[in-house]
């Protein structure tokens, strides 16, 4: 069975900054894609960023240049440096990988999901 565990994230005042990390853990046989969602009470679940194994990177325009994602392969963690942030970014953040499952193929997994709020 895989995990994904999520940390960080909390209240931030505007223009601040925060970092969250998510853990992949269990059987796992290979990750593809890694990424973050964020979703506000009454609005579909969006894409944040997402990097893929290699390590290149899709950012949502709206947090382009305040953003970063990256990845560690070895250790199956994937990470979202946020910087510059607005009271619009005040969502609950999910990561999201695409596992490599034997006979199965890709199969997408989430974390529990982690409150980031921006506000003062």
């Known amino acids: 069975q895989v995990q994904l565990v999520e940390s960080g994230g909390g209240l931030v005042q505007p223009g601040g900054s925060a970092r969250l990390s998510c853990a992949a853990s269990g059987s796992i046989f290979g990750i593809n894609t890694m990424a973050w969602y964020r979703q506000t009470p009454g609005k579909q679940r969006e894409l944040v960023a997402a990097?893929?194994?290699?390590?290149?990177?899709d950012y949502a325009d709206s947090v382009k240049g305040r953003f970063t994602i990256s990845r560690d392969n070895a250790k199956n963690t994937v990470s979202l440096q946020m910087n510059s942030l607005k009271p619009d970014d005040t969502a609950v953040y999910y990561c999201?990988?695409?596992?490599?499952?034997?006979?199965?193929?890709?199969?997408?997994?989430w974390g529990q999901g982690t409150q980031v709020t921006v506000s003062s």
């Open positions: 990097i893929a194994r290699g390590g290149s990177t």
């Open positions: 999201n990988a695409n596992l490599f499952i034997p006979g199965v193929g890709l199969e997408g997994y």
